[in-house]
């Protein structure tokens, strides 16, 4: 039987970070999130100034053609070798709370990122990708552990900490004798905290952030940009091969003007847009330091997000709690050498980066890591149809969600016992007429096929058990 939709209330503009309402954090244990908002001190030079890999009038710039920069998708043809280029670096640049429909392939206005937009033309570009879960902790600790969030140890907390023994992937590479490198822009990453610096040789914090749990008003990308050229300046990082590893943060809201950024109106969503511009900004100043540099020829260079962000779709806000489209569809952009632009429109999950990140370095997953390489698909095979999960583990803020994408429909499972909506995405793009109780032959069909995927999660209760969202009586978590 389907449960009632949860309606989610809009929290007030300061009890914001991952979407925490000031009610939640009154009645939790959690630590502290969120940081002031005066501009963070640089700690570095100016960063070098290179030739630019999206320079204006060649493919992939924002002044080249729009219809000829970008293959069609599916028209790529295979090369010999589907494996990864044997010297190859990898960047990752995770932009917080990016959602796919404020991307140009999306239909949005190409100025709101116009270095990304750029970019994604002369790539291969995951138009229906989607992230692990819809908020930072759970997103990130699945993309690092390769699994997904639920299979991961932790604490149980909305800003889970995952213990040492887990095994992420950078500690494969850094044991494979990469250079590891990573650096973010919130307290919540520090080092020993959450855990996520595992496996990193060089690891580091935008400077002066200060805690607050009711908001989240830190300007970060000036800083975090020198922090990330520093990083890729210093030879001891780049003489050999690197994986680096960096979340830009000042997508998330709130939503701030900046004076040497650029405005698309008042509201939510158009301060959102501005904050994009001014991430994109920034953006352009690292790839235009890769292309400078002789490993810049070599190095594959990622651009993601960890979740969408909601703008009253649902009666919602923000992120976390719900798992719907808005929330997990998320651009993925991939540039690397040998690589021919594409867009694939099959639906990917970020449960794939990270085989394919140690397929580029050569290196093998550990046995219970998730998800398969997308090297063939981007050399050019054909990408074949594949079903997608997505979820929330149960934890001190989330109720539990697991979400299967098959083809152009998509279930949601509510809790263990709160039942299952039904949405066909390709009528219905914005899941607003849930079909579980209209198409009993499809949901049964769906429910089959949800069931079978996930008996191959093995999911694990986190460490504290007490205290979780909506855990049913009786129930360990």
């Known amino acids: 039987m389907n449960a009632p939709r949860r309606t989610s209330v809009r929290p007030s503009p300061v009890s914001r970070w991952c979407g925490l309402t000031l009610a939640a954090l009154a009645l939790s244990s959690l630590p502290a999130c969120g940081s002031e908002k005066a501009p963070v001190a640089s700690s570095s030079g100016a960063p070098v100034q290179g030739t630019s890999m999206l320079a ?185 091969r690197f994986f680096a590893f960096y979340h830009l943060l000042d997508a998330h809201d709130q939503y701030l003007s900046h004076p040497e950024g650029k405005s698309f109106g008042k509201g939510a969503k158009n301060m959102y847009d501005g904050e994009l511009y001014f991430v994109d900004m920034h953006v352009k100043k690292i790839l235009d330091y890769v292309d400078s540099q002789p490993w810049g020829k070599r190095t594959m260079v990622v651009i993601t997000a960890d979740h969408g962000e909601a703008f009253g779709e649902h009666k919602m806000y923000r992120h976390a709690f719900e798992l719907w489209n808005n929330l997990t569809h998320v651009p993925l952009i991939v540039h690397a050498p040998g690589i021919k632009p594409r867009r694939i429109d099959e639906p990917r999950s970020a449960i794939d980066l990270c085989p394919t990140i140690l397929e580029a370095f050569g290196v093998k997953p550990e046995p219970g890591f998730q998800g398969k390489s997308l090297w063939p698909e981007m050399k050019g095979e054909k990408a074949e149809p594949r079903d997608v999960v997505t979820e929330l583990a149960r934890d001190s803020n989330n109720d539990r969600r697991r979400t299967l994408l098959k083809g152009d429909w998509k279930i949601i499972e509510l809790g263990n016992e709160g039942g299952f909506q039904l949405f066909n995405l390709r009528e219905d793009p914005g899941e607003l007429n849930d079909l579980a109780r209209k198409d009993k032959a499809k949901l049964g069909e769906m429910r089959e096929a949800l069931k079978a995927r996930s008996a191959t999660i093995k999911d694990i209760c986190p460490k504290r058990t007490d205290g979780l969202k909506s855990k049913p009586k009786g129930a360990p978590c």
């Open 56 to 240: 204006p009038g060649t493919p992939g710039s924002a002044s080249a053609d729009a219809a000829g920069s970008a293959a069609p998708a599916g028209s790529a043809a295979a090369d010999a070798s589907t494996s990864a280029p044997s010297d190859l670096n990898v960047l990752v640049l995770g932009i917080d709370a990016l959602r796919a429909d404020h991307m140009e392939f999306s239909g949005h206005n190409p100025e709101v990122m116009p270095t990304i937009n750029a970019l994604e033309k002369k790539s291969v570009s995951f138009t229906k990708f989607h992230s692990l879960s819809s908020f930072t902790a759970q997103s990130l600790g699945g993309f690092l552990g390769c699994r997904y969030p639920s299979e991961l140890k932790r604490n149980g907390s909305f800003f889970a900490v995952y213990p040492e023994e887990e095994v992420l992937f950078p500690e494969l590479l850094q044991k494979a004798g990469v250079r590891t490198m990573s650096a973010h822009a919130h307290f919540y990453f520090q080092k020993g905290r959450a855990g996520f610096d595992q496996g990193f040789d060089q690891y580091e914090i935008v400077p002066g952030i200060k805690k607050n749990n009711t908001t989240d008003e830190s300007i970060t990308s000036p800083a975090h940009t020198e922090i990330i050229l520093r990083h890729l300046a210093d030879q001891a990082n780049t003489k050999g």
